[in-house]
């Protein structure tokens, strides 16, 4: 199984920016896809935006379209999401994941961010 390491959250004003890095590690893996989904205290998990490995090709929730920015590094096996213009309804746990040809989708442990108005 794919090993997920995030990193990034934190704390930042409202209209500010962050950027969250997702690495992937194992014995051996294909990588498919990458992405990110959040979760905020007393709600549902959202998606957030997804990146397939070998084309690039994006998707994003409603919610984030045009703010935040997915994008990879396949020689590091690293998922970003850049996000700009950040609102307090962005606050969550943000949580990657990775879909592997074989083994199917592994998760990260979360990274919180914070956005205060």
């Known amino acids: 199984q794919v090993q997920l390491v995030e990193s990034g959250g934190g704390s930042v004003q409202a209209g500010g920016s962050l950027r969250l890095s997702c690495a992937a590690s194992g014995r051996t893996f294909i990588l498919a896809a990458m992405g990110w989904f959040r979760q905020a205290p007393g709600k549902e998990r959202e998606f957030v935006g997804h990146?397939?490995?070998?084309?690039?090709?994006?998707s994003y929730g409603d919610s984030v379209k045009g703010r935040f920015t997915i994008s990879r590094d396949n020689a590091k096996n690293t998922v970003y999401l850049q996000m700009s213009s950040l609102k307090p309804e962005d606050t969550a746990v943000y949580y990657c994941?990775?879909?592997?040809?074989?083994?199917?989708?592994?998760w990260g442990q979360g990274t919180q961010v914070t956005v205060s108005s």
């Open positions: 990146i397939t490995w070998s084309g690039g090709m994006t």
């Open positions: 994941y990775a879909n592997e040809a074989i083994t199917g989708r592994s």
